[in-house]
């Protein structure tokens, strides 16, 4: 791996494993049947059943379960067709039940894999451990009183997916890869929205450092990291840490961190003597989660098709690139724009205006491709007045910008503006006199041998047909007339 | 197995449970004349018995995915010990 | 007396108008007016008026004809049941002031059949005990004395002992129970009255405060075996609301009350004729199984061996289960809060304050159980234990239709007597314990009295939720025993 620390006793490499926290899209609760819209007003979503009062029990909501299964499935992992909730004993205030309801001992998803791309090309394969479905916790706002913390209980027992990765992650980049890979995973499948600003996915870092061939040394969890960037950063910062530490002749203790983005350095968040005791046991509440083969068979055939198949289709289906596909895929959205330009059209032309004009002009009018002002459907439509010779590439451009401006159909803009391809010999030929005779001389040192003026002459008949003039017979008109 | 002072002083403090030093005492004897007795647990012999999770009467059921819940702020609020407008409160807490 | 009368009587009584609901009710608030400061059955009585009000509508259904199953019928409600908008303590100081906002399914079906609520019970707190005396408001005394010894106060059994005490002294015609390991059948057996626990997922536990989640259970606390199968018919039923609630249709449970038992097979469990069990329990069992084979059925003996491991494993998983079914009462959202400096100091005050020292100390034990280097020792360990234990009941029952045992190993004890040495009161537990664990229902009926003159109780074990045959067993034993006993404080005798 390239990705090394040079020490002063060597070089170290970083093995890292991520806990990704990924909010499960939802209408309502994992346990409860409170809302889980984002931004309600402070403790509006919140259910007897979320405040932990005496009496209340837990009832799981179909729908998370298969939001887990589905996203298993994505990440060609096993599916456990019986699994169990335990509960994971702690108090804080963000917890009502003075417990987690997780799963532990038998998680819903066994093992399974994501490969990733870097950026030189090169594919890994990045092992899954499980993911398990577990309640998210509150919110607590510290800034509102000097000497108290406030409780918004809106997202506490919100479901989430805690997706766990193999400590197969050797540098800071392949961990960007990994949850940049996921999170699109994740959004094709639609079980979470992969917002990391909201916090509806973050990830817990687990880093530790190793001379090539050793064994795994400790690894210290840095938690609750909100960006990729962080994420990125953190690993790094957090890695050179260690490797002091290692290198000073001291160890490193096992213990929970936290990233300081402003001081970019990790630190240490709970000390050893509160040490935390979880005491896990299955929750009497709810009785094992036992899923039929034939629910799980068909959750399979619903699922969308995902990034790495809809890529290799686009490179086969419409002859691009591997490069230009994986551009496509990156976001669904996206995939689903350029496969309406593109089918039944030139692919390659489609992918170029898609990736080209297309995103230039979606970022010059700050839209996304979800509010392009310019359809898919009209987009391809000029693809096709190129096709069948109404105008040309050069004209194409010009009926584009009028698009992205006026939001018009291509046919029209090109209507309205006369933009329409000459394709008439007698007026190309008309065009060729008026060049010649305005340009005699360079007439004469074309003759005398001077071949290169030939685009000089095309670009100036393309010009007194004001671009509308088909280039092929204007090429072919030319040759006829200097060489003929 | 039996439990020392500083066991149950743990254990005291991982359940939240502030006890005075007396009590400690006392709860610790409690504790290890309960345990001395379940120690005959020892005797059986459960090589490959499963252990019995809930009382495995039913399947989980699982509940259709819609809201029905919730918006009851008032009444939660209401039995609480202390709050400060929408919001339940507790004494600082430093992360 | 209106207050002596029997769930089935009084109804009848209403449905001819022999005497109206609000009769009725009144009679109840004056015998709790006049007994409950002496036994302190009740934590909290409704008002008269709530009370009566809801006495005149019962007596307007009747009118109208549309009386349902427990129409008009005062009775006592466990204090560990949440009643919307009636204080609900669970006998802790930690929800002493503790209104909830919402009913609990199995209250909630009781009003639907058109019970009248006269109050909320005591109990042990959070259900944790078998005497009633660790209650924060106080110990429930039972209205029964040994003969000759009018001044020495005994237990009514627990947890559920404030709605034994209540039904067997008439300041409720019958009473909601829950039992965990015996906190309905073991407080019957001791008042002389009949407490029925249900199969596991029978009745809701949706509402009713939690001890240990895969052991409580809701059942009725009655005077007769048909009024048990009556009042369970109001109580049980699916919820959607409790995961492990059964979907399994209600039977008419009353009328399984009278029916023949002849040819059924009774089990008598030979590991339950435990040593040193005493002359006058022992005896009161020949007479029962006397009293059956009379009835037609077939008694045989069958073999439960892990019995004695019953008792160890519980008072492994009923701690551990309560020491995080417990841990909501933080002082944040609801209940006692006592105020400190930093949050861990306020969970810490508070819970040492509104906690009694014995669920302070099965919090502490469960926390033990189930801490990292102990779990397997201990819970996983109990846990198979439970299997074993749910196999020697599955086992028994390819033979046999229902067990017979005592109920308890001993009659009520004195206030105070066992109380030093915790493993001596578990001991009491030690009959009921094992069907809790194995989920299966479990029926107490008074039959006769000891020497002291307190009263005795057999057991009446069945088959997952077959109720009906336990019953129809539990009616034969009822009707051979002919138990008519009256306590000595009892809301007819002449005050
Ligand atoms: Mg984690
Ligand atoms: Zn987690």
């Known amino acids: ?484 | 197995m039996s439990l020392d002072l500083a066991t149950t002083r743990r254990i005291a403090k991982l359940a939240r449970i502030g006890l005075e030093d007396a009590e400690l005492e006392a709860t610790t004897l409690k504790l290890n004349t309960i345990l001395g007795w379940i120690d005959q647990l020892a005797e059986v012999n459960v090589d490959g018995v499963p252990p019995m999770v809930g009382t495995e009467t039913e399947a989980l059921r699982q509940r259709e995915d819609v809201v029905t819940d919730g918006n009851c702020r008032d009444a939660l609020l209401a039995c609480a010990p202390e709050t400060a407008g929408p919001f339940y409160t507790v004494p600082k807490v430093v992360e | 007396m209106l207050t002596g009368l029997t769930l089935t009587e009084a109804r009848a009584g209403l449905a001819a108008r022999t005497f109206s609901a609000r009769e009725l009710a009144k009679a109840h608030l004056d015998a709790i007016a006049r007994l409950n400061p002496t036994l302190n059955a009740y934590i909290t009585v409704l008002p008269e008026e709530t009370v009566l009000a809801q006495a005149d509508a019962a007596d307007a259904r009747y009118a109208a004809g549309t009386a349902g199953l427990m129409d008009g019928l005062p009775i006592g409600i466990k204090d560990l049941f949440c009643t919307k908008d009636v204080r609900t303590t669970a006998a802790s100081a930690i929800l002493a002031e503790f209104v909830p906002p919402y009913e609990s399914t199995v209250t909630a079906k009781l009003l639907k059949e058109g019970a009248v609520f006269l109050g909320k019970t005591n109990l042990d707190e959070f259900a944790m005990g078998s005497a009633n005396t660790s209650s924060a408001f106080g110990a429930t005394t039972s209205p029964w004395r040994r003969t000759g010894e009018p001044d020495v106060a005994l237990v009514p059994g627990g947890s559920s002992g404030g709605s034994s005490a209540a039904v067997a002294a008439g300041l409720a015609l019958a009473a909601t129970g829950t039992d965990t390991g015996g906190s309905i059948r073991q407080p019957a057996a001791y008042c002389g009255i009949v407490g029925l626990k249900p199969t596991y997922g029978r009745c809701s536990r949706w509402g009713v405060i939690a001890y240990a989640s895969s052991l409580d259970q809701a059942g009725p606390m009655t005077r007769s075996v048909a009024d048990a199968g009556l009042m369970l018919e109001a109580m049980a039923g699916f919820d959607e609301r409790d995961s492990t609630s059964s979907s399994r249709p209600v039977p008419a449970f009353h009328k399984a009350v009278g029916k023949s038992v002849k040819g059924l097979k009774v089990g008598i469990p030979t590991e339950y004729r435990a040593p040193g069990l005493p002359e006058d329990v022992l005896a009161m069992w020949e007479q029962g199984i006397a009293w059956l084979r009379e009835a037609g059925c077939e008694v045989v003996d069958v073999s439960l061996p892990h019995t004695r491991y019953g008792l160890t494993s519980y008072y492994i998983i009923a701690p551990a289960e309560c020491s995080s079914n417990l841990a909501r009462y933080d002082g944040i959202r609801f209940g006692k809060r006592v105020d400190a400096p930093s949050l861990d100091a306020v969970y810490e005050a508070s819970r040492a304050a509104g906690f009694g020292a014995e669920v302070r100390s099965r919090i502490l034990m469960g926390t033990y159980v189930l801490s990292a280097g102990y779990y397997d020792a201990y819970y996983l360990k109990a846990q198979k234990v439970r299997t074993l234990i749910r196999r020697d009941f599955e086992q028994a029952f390819e033979n046999v239709d229902v067990l017979l045992t005592p109920t308890a190993p001993s009659a009520a004890f004195a206030q105070g007597e066992n109380q030093n040495d915790p493993v001596q009161m578990y001991l009491n537990d030690i009959f009921t314990v094992p069907a809790s664990l194995a989920g299966i229902p479990g029926l107490s009926v008074p039959v006769g009295l000891n020497n002291a003159g307190l009263p005795l109780g057999l057991q009446v074990l069945g088959r997952h939720f077959d109720e009906e045959t336990v019953l129809s067993v539990g009616g034969a034993l009822e009707a051979a025993a002919g138990f008519a006993h009256r306590p000595t404080l009892h809301a007819g005798a002449g005050a």
């Open chain 1, 1 to 484: 791996m390239s990705y090394v620390i040079e020490g002063q006793t060597g070089l170290w490499e970083i093995v890292v494993g991520l806990e990704v926290h990924a909010q499960v899209i939802s209408h309502s609760k994992l346990f409860s049947g409170a809302s889980t819209t984002f931004g309600g007003d402070p403790n509006t979503q919140v259910s007897l059943v979320d405040a932990a009062f005496p009496g209340m029990l837990p009832v799981i909501n179909h729908t998370c379960v298969a939001q887990a299964i589905r996203t298993g499935l994505g990440l060609n992992a096993q599916i456990n067709l019986t699994s169990r909730f335990d509960r994971k004993n702690y108090f804080y205030a963000d917890l009502p039940q003075g417990y987690q309801i997780s799963q532990f001992e038998h998680p819903i998803v066994g093992t399974g894999t994501i490969s990733i791309e870097l950026a030189n090309g090169e594919t890994r394969s990045i092992g899954i451990t499980r993911l398990h479905l577990e309640q998210d916790a509150g919110k607590l706002l510290h800034d509102q009183d000097p000497t108290k913390s406030f409780v918004d209980l809106n997202r506490a027992g919100v479901a989430l997916m805690e997706i766990v990765s193999e400590p197969d992650i050797r540098a800071p980049e392949e961990a960007g890869a990994y949850l940049r890979k996921l999170r699109q995973i994740l959004r094709y499948l639609g079980t979470c929205d992969g917002n990391m600003e909201e916090g509806s996915m973050r990830a817990d870092v687990n880093v530790s450092v190793r001379k090539a061939g050793e064994p795994f040394r400790t690894r210290c969890e840095i938690k609750n990291v909100n960006s990729i960037r962080f994420v990125m950063q953190a690993i790094e910062a957090e890695a050179a840490r260690q490797v002091e530490i290692w290198e000073n002749g001291g160890t490193v203790d096992q213990e929970t961190r936290l990233f300081d983005h402003t001081k970019g350095e990790t630190r240490t968040m709970r000390s050893k003597e509160d040490a935390h005791d979880y005491r896990y046991f299955p929750d009497p509440d709810l009785l094992p989660l036992v899923l039929e083969q034939d629910w799980v068979d068909s959750l399979r055939a619903a699922l969308p098709e995902l990034p790495d198949a809809k890529r290799a289709r686009f490179q086969q289906e419409y002859g691009i690139t591997f490069y230009d596909a994986g551009v496509l895929v990156a976001e669904q959205a996206v995939a689903d724009y350029y496969e309406t330009v593109a089918r039944g059209r030139d692919g390659k032309l489609a992918v170029s205006w898609v990736t080209g004009d297309l995103f230039a002009a979606l970022n010059r009018t700050s839209n996304t491709i979800e509010t392009s002002p310019v359809s898919a459907a009209s987009l391809g439509k000029m693809l096709d007045l190129i096709a069948d010779g109404t105008i040309n590439g050069k004209i194409a451009k010009e009926v584009f910008e009028d698009m992205v401006e006026t939001g018009e159909a291509p046919e029209a803009i090109v209507e309205r503006k006369g933009l329409r391809q000459v394709t008439d010999t007698g007026a190309i030929d008309a065009a060729i006199t008026s060049v010649l005779d305005k340009n005699a001389d360079k007439l004469a040192e074309y003759r005398s041998g001077k071949d290169k003026l030939f685009g000089f002459f095309v670009g100036q008949v393309m010009k007194e047909t004001k671009g509308k003039a088909n280039p092929a017979l204007v090429n072919e008109a030319l040759q006829a007339r200097l060489n003929g």
